[in-house]
Structures are given as C-alpha cells and as structure tokens.
C-alpha cells in the first residue's frame, strides 16, 4: 500500500455495497480498494483496506458486520469523508468482535511503521467503537501525535486489571498484556484524544476512567444508552465529531453545541423520561413532557403529561377553550 494519490478520484468511490452477499460484498470491497491504495486480508479474521485521496488519513477500525448493517451504503465509515472532505481512510476490519488481537495485525502496524507509511500525511485520525475503539486506542501509538477519537472503548479485558467486567469473560482469554496491549498507555503517544461514554452505564464509565491521562478528554453522553455509535450516527453527528477532530477544532465546548442534538431524539428522551421516572422526580418530568410535547409528536410523553396530579385538568381545560 502505498499513501501517495492514484490516478482515482474519492467521487469515483461506488454509492453504495448495499445487498450483497458477504463473500460478494468482502470481493467487491477488496477490488475497490485494490484499484486506489491497497487491500490486504491479515491472517483469517481481519482485513486492510486503504483509499488514497489527501493529506488526512482516517485509520478506522471496524467490524464487517457494523460495516454491513450500520449505514445504508454497507462500506466503511472512513469512504464518506473520502468523498466529502478528500480524506484517506485506511479501514482495519474484524469478523467479528477480536478486539484486533491477533500476531498478523501487530505485523501490519510493525510494517507500516517500518516504511514510515503514517509519515506521509499531515494529520493522523485513529478511530473506533467498543472493541474497536480499544484497538483505535492501542495501535496510535503506532503514529505518534495522531489524534484518536475513542467511542465507549474498553482498557483491557485483562482479568487482572478488569475483572469487574464479566460482559466479555469469553474473551479473556485472549492475551491483553503484549504488545499493543493496554490500551491508556498506548494514548501516551498521542497528540488529543477524546473517549465518548454514557456515565449512567457504570462498567462503560469504569473503562473510561482508566484513559484518564493530560492529554484524553472525556465527553459524557449521559442517558444515550448502550449502542452510542449507532446514537451517533442517528443524529448525524459521527462524521461531524470525526471532522472536527481532523480540523483540530473539537474540545468540550464545540461537542456541548453539537450534542444539543439529542433534544430531538427520541431515544435519549425517552431514556432521560425513565430515569426521572426511576428518580420520582415528578416537577421534572412534568417540565420534560411538557417542553417534548410542545416540539415534536411522541405520544408516550403526551401520556406521561396527562397522568400527572393537576396537568390532565389543565390541558383538557385548554383543549375546550381551542375547540370554542
């Protein structure tokens, strides 16, 4: 593989994989990326893809089924800011979720740093999800002063520093203390990081506090609920949050204006309504349903409203004074 430009332009890039079989899809996907930077199947369960187009290289880590099912074009996160924003995108993908732990990947990254590959480009944007975001955390330090954007990711499944974690006791077995192993300390390396989680979810929010370094960011996404990528990328703001991180514009402030998303959507309003539910805090969810039912039509807090002591009168008083 090589990051300088092909004779490809990223609009040459297809709209769309959607509706292929995996074996068709994973061809199909393996030729596009063969015709404009690289391919390379690393051992039996992952695969590198590189699109050369610009100066930025989005290096994203994800699993073909998230790539499959995830967005409508069935193709890597990374291919639409290569059309949009002329980026390169280097996908590193799973079958399955291997927290990239595997001799042939650590072999890929050792040869990339060998040629100097993460040299060639001006910005470096390490990407991930859950495990993938672990791994977009522990191979940075492959490219020094990149910057990563980490969503919901896991330090270690290392039993002796995360037994507390039983959701992946499966995968304990896999060796998290070689190379590329914990993955904060792989952050030393570089230049920002951001690590996105839900603090309602304790064992995402017990992860999160293990990446506590001088130069990692935690951005809460409070009430956002177990499947933050997917959230994310709902509210369109996945590619917005991964721009500006390659623009070196995203800190806490611009993240709060971009969060503000979430007013609209109903499933974090729907979990901020069960948690005040849970809480008993009947003044706030009065204020909640009220300010929800004003701007958008979600029966279910319509309901909630008309069940509270005092409100049901008020609104069928307003309802008769409409009608007359």
Known sequence: MSARRTAKTPEELPASLQ???????????????????????????????????????????ETQAGIQGL????????WRLVREAGWSNLCLASDGDTWFRDEAVYAYFDELVDRGFFEEFERVI??????????????????????????????????????????F?????????????????????????FVLYDPMDRLDAMHAALFARPNVTLLRLRHMGAALQGALLRMGMLHTLLR??????????????????????????????????????????????????????????RRRLRRLPGVAGEMNEAARITDD
């Open 71 to 78: 967005t409508e074009e069935a193709q890597p996160l990374g």
């Open 169 to 193: 006791r499966e995968m304990r077995r896999l060796d998290f203390t070689s190379r590329y192993g914990y993955a904060p300390d792989m952050l030393d390396a570089a230049g920002k990081a």
């Open 244 to 301: 500006l991180v390659g623009t070196d514009r995203l800190d806490r402030h611009s993240f709060a204006t971009l969060y503000r998303r979430r007013r609209r959507y109903p499933p974090y309003l729907r979990n901020l309504l069960s948690q005040l539910e849970i809480d008993e805090r009947e003044p706030l969810i009065q204020a909640l349903c009220q300010n929800v039912t004003q701007r958008m039509n979600l029966p279910r807090f």
């Open 19 to 61: 509706g292929l079989g995996k074996s068709d899809w994973l061809n199909r996907l393996a030729g596009i990326a063969s015709s404009r930077g690289g391919f390379r199947e690393l051992g039996k369960r992952h695969f590198a893809a590189f699109i050369s187009a610009g100066p930025t290289l989005l290096v994203t880590f």
């Open 126 to 167: 390490f990407y991930g999800a859950g495990p993938c975001a672990y791994a977009a955390c522990a191979f940075s330090v492959a490219a020094p002063g990149a910057h990563v954007l980490a969503v919901q990711p896991q330090a270690t499944l290392d039993p002796a520093m995360t037994e507390w974690d039983e959701r």
